[in-house]
């Protein structure tokens, strides 16, 4: 699938658009842990406790394979922006299972039911698939509406990656970039727009618009005197 159609899957359940779960920048704890950087708001006991965690592992390796090519899957790169993996969305679901310890059973549940999967439509492990038999077990739980009611325990586990992945990846610049969104940057007014001011038959006095719609006299305040001319 490309990367729109990945998007459609990831926001296929009730789940996956409502649920981006309160987390820092995939990256962002580990580089104040090492000095690298420091996260406004945050307590010391707050930057102690991160710092702790990152010291430990809860993937195994065969683990992070797995959530690797599962994030990649649903966020792969293309011309325009990093995959998952890239951006460190594997990182930030391992701080995630350790800042939120109540999502470990199911999260390691479901990687194991991969390796189930796997050996039942394949007679093999998940980490040796190729690209269309993962596409397969996927497809399996990936569409809540579609999914067969003895997946019900697997799709759940499939929402729950899903919204880590998009809560990781969209926290990040990259995503921001590819959403399109800009935040809070300084804009100019540059007066009523024309379509407006043309339906009560009115128009911007070009004389004006050479003074105070300019960005570096945004701030200065007009006078007028009785008649409504223009002082300064």
Same mark, same amino acid.
């Given at each position: 699938?490309?990367?729109?159609?990945?998007? $459609?899957?990831? %926001?296929?359940?009730?789940?996956?658009?409502? !649920? @981006?779960?309160?987390?820092?920048?995939?990256?962002?704890?580990?580089?104040?842990? $090492?000095?690298?950087? #420091?996260?406004?708001?945050?307590?010391?006991?707050?930057?102690?406790?991160?710092?702790?965690?990152?010291?430990?592992?809860?993937?195994?390796?065969?683990?992070? $394979?797995?959530?690797?090519? !599962?994030?990649?899957?649903?966020?792969?790169?293309?011309?325009?922006?990093? /995959?998952? #993996? +890239?951006?460190?969305?594997?990182? %930030?679901? +391992? &701080?995630?299972? *350790?800042?939120?310890?109540?999502?470990?059973?199911?999260?390691?549940?479901?990687?194991?039911?991969?390796? &189930?999967?796997?050996? +039942? @439509?394949?007679?093999?492990? &998940?980490?040796?698939?190729?690209? /269309?038999?993962? $596409?397969?077990?996927?497809?399996?739980?990936?569409?809540?509406?579609?999914?067969?009611?003895?997946?019900?325990?697997?799709?759940?586990? %499939?929402?729950?990656?899903?919204?880590? #992945?998009?809560?990781?990846?969209?926290? #990040?610049?990259?995503?921001?970039?590819?959403?399109?969104?800009?935040?809070?940057?300084?804009?100019?007014?540059?007066?009523?727009?024309?379509?407006?001011?043309?339906?009560?038959? !009115?128009?911007?006095?070009?004389?004006?618009?050479?003074?105070?719609? *300019?960005?570096?006299?945004?701030?200065?305040?007009?006078?007028?005197?009785?008649?409504?001319? !223009?002082?300064?």
């Amino acid at each position: 699938m490309n990367r729109r159609e990945n998007l $459609k899957v990831l %926001f296929a359940s009730s789940l996956g658009a409502g !649920l @981006l779960l309160n987390a820092c920048q995939p990256g962002e704890k580990e580089q104040d842990a $090492k000095g690298m950087g #420091t996260l406004g708001g945050r307590t010391e006991e707050e930057k102690l406790r991160d710092a702790q965690l990152l010291k430990e592992q809860f993937f195994t390796e065969e683990e992070q $394979k797995k959530i690797r090519t !599962l994030v990649d899957f649903l966020l792969p790169a293309d011309e325009n922006s990093p /995959s998952a #993996t +890239e951006v460190g969305v594997p990182e %930030f679901i +391992e &701080f995630m299972m *350790k800042d939120q310890p109540n999502l470990q059973t199911p999260m390691r549940g479901g990687l194991q039911w991969l390796d &189930f999967e796997s050996d +039942e @439509l394949f007679g093999t492990t &998940f980490n040796t698939l190729n690209s /269309s038999q993962v $596409k397969e077990i996927i497809d399996l739980v990936a569409w809540p509406d579609k999914a067969s009611a003895a997946y019900s325990g697997a799709v759940r586990w %499939f929402n729950l990656l899903r919204n880590l #992945t998009c809560s990781g990846y969209f926290s #990040t610049e990259a995503g921001w970039k590819y959403m399109g969104y800009m935040g809070n940057q300084p804009n100019v007014w540059d007066g009523v727009p024309a379509s407006v001011l043309a339906k009560y038959g !009115l128009s911007n006095p070009e004389k004006y618009a050479a003074i105070y719609l *300019k960005p570096e006299d945004r701030a200065k305040v007009a006078t007028w005197d009785e008649e409504g001319n !223009l002082i300064g």
